[in-house]
């Protein structure tokens, strides 16, 4: 069912991405990936390759719109197809409220908000064609609020929001659209290494293996939000 199809996974150059993107290469599906920096991006596609040879990265910062349409043409270029979008690219900064800075507030809103509407708008058209599927990567932090969370809240909740809004907006062309809202998850997000002590996390791969399983369900069930936690916080 989706072997064959071609996936475009944003912020695929490490964590959350490269998980979903590994994930999906193990098992039959073409992935493009972006990132900001190329050395980067060239990095993670040789390593990628271990999985599948149908792999492309791509150079692109999601707060550009500009970056994400050649993104989209490229990937059409190389595969012919959009089936699936995985908006993943985000970023964190906590802070109190009053020592938030408006270029850190613009730069989680431009990047964790703006940028999925940014994808969603430059791939739309394609997941039109291929009656396809917008996946975006919230959290449970677009639910439950937190001290020095205010930048990062307001960005989370957006994106549950739109992504509400706009699975409405887009089922009558027979595209679905979810939201996952991940708890604490072992990446590199603000400035942590995962080590032994990130084991009681969600990995990298299970959030690989919830988009697989969604990505599989059968055409009539849409889970358009879901929440997704470590079973034992801090075990």
Known sequence: MIENKV?????????????IAKILLQNGVSVAFSGRIKEDVEKVENDLKQYSQNVLGLVSDVKSIENEYDAVKDIIKKFGRLDFVIANAGLGIFKP???LSTREWNEMIDTNLT???HTLKASVEELKK???YYITISSLAGANFFENGT???ASKFGVVGFTQAAMIDLRKYNIKSTVIM???VATNFNGNIPSEKDAWKIQPDDMGNLVLDILKMNPRVLPSKIEFRATKPNA
Do not use: C, L, M, Q
């Open 182 to 184: 991940p708890g604490s």
């Open 7 to 19: 996936a475009y996974i944003t912020g695929g150059t490490k964590g959350v991405g490269y998980g």
């Open 130 to 132: 291929s009656e396809g």
């Open 151 to 153: 930048g990062y809240n």
């Open 115 to 117: 940028g999925v509407f």
């Open 97 to 99: 409220v009053d020592e």
